[in-house]
């Protein structure tokens, strides 16, 4: 577990590194150029490894508008879920069995490409659509007594995603940023006597826009 924290804590300040770069063109006053941090509460959906909600991720999105209000840019997002399974017997391998109860985990990191569209510009409320494409990579995890099983696996991912921006303060374009998502990942591993075949997920995101 402390190695995942490392390693998203890496991955978070490679994020934050990168996409802060928008946003020095913006403080130039280029309004084109936008850049969104978030929280984000995920909900797995369908026959999950680990179906419990939870609000351990982030979403880090930065990109350009062109003067049709059409924008592309980059994105790069982590998240955690978890369950817990009472004892119960399975099978490990072809002769053997264990009797335990377990502690099941998921995380999930995608990244790619965003293309989004904003119905408005200039304004305190900007709502928009967008679409998010590209890789994720998932680590898949039993823990039981102190021992661990688990698999990594990489899939193609895509999510659709409804947001706002809300900028009270329109002269220097620093607003909130509230979106909602679903995702879908074609990610299959088989982690002891689980087979998981795709990852679903709804999610909200609330953060800071740039």
């Given at each position: ?35 969104n ?6 909900v ?7 179906d ?9 999105e ?15 997002a ?16 072809e002769?053997?069995?264990v ?14 490409v ?20 590209g890789a ?9 007594y ?22 009270p ?14 995702s ?17 997920n ?9």
């Amino acid at each position: 577990m402390k190695n995942i924290k490392s390693k998203l804590t890496g991955w978070a300040a490679v994020a934050v590194a990168a996409l802060l770069l928008p946003s020095v063109g913006r403080a130039q006053g280029n309004d084109n150029i936008y850049l969104n941090i978030d929280w984000q509460y995920n909900v797995p959906l369908g026959a999950s490894f680990a179906d419990k909600s939870s609000g351990w991720g982030m979403n880090f999105e930065g990109g350009y508008y062109f003067p049709n209000n059409f924008g592309v840019g980059a994105f790069i997002a982590y998240h955690t879920n978890n369950e817990y399974i009472p004892r119960q017997t399975f099978p490990v391998g072809e002769t053997s069995t264990v009797t335990t109860d377990q502690q099941h985990s998921v995380f999930q990191l995608p990244f790619g490409v965003t293309g989004r569209y904003r119905f408005t510009q200039g304004r305190v409320l900007e709502p928009y659509v967008a679409v998010k494409v590209g890789a994720n990579y998932a680590r898949v995890s039993s823990y039981f007594y102190v021992l661990e099983a688990y698999e990594k696996t990489w899939g193609f991912f895509v999510s659709p995603e409804l947001g706002l921006n809300v900028c009270p303060f329109n002269q220097n374009r620093i607003g909130v940023h509230v979106a909602a998502y679903y995702s879908y990942a074609t990610n299959k591993c088989t982690t002891l006597n689980f087979k998981m075949d795709q990852l679903s997920n709804f999610g909200l995101r609330v953060g800071l826009s740039f």
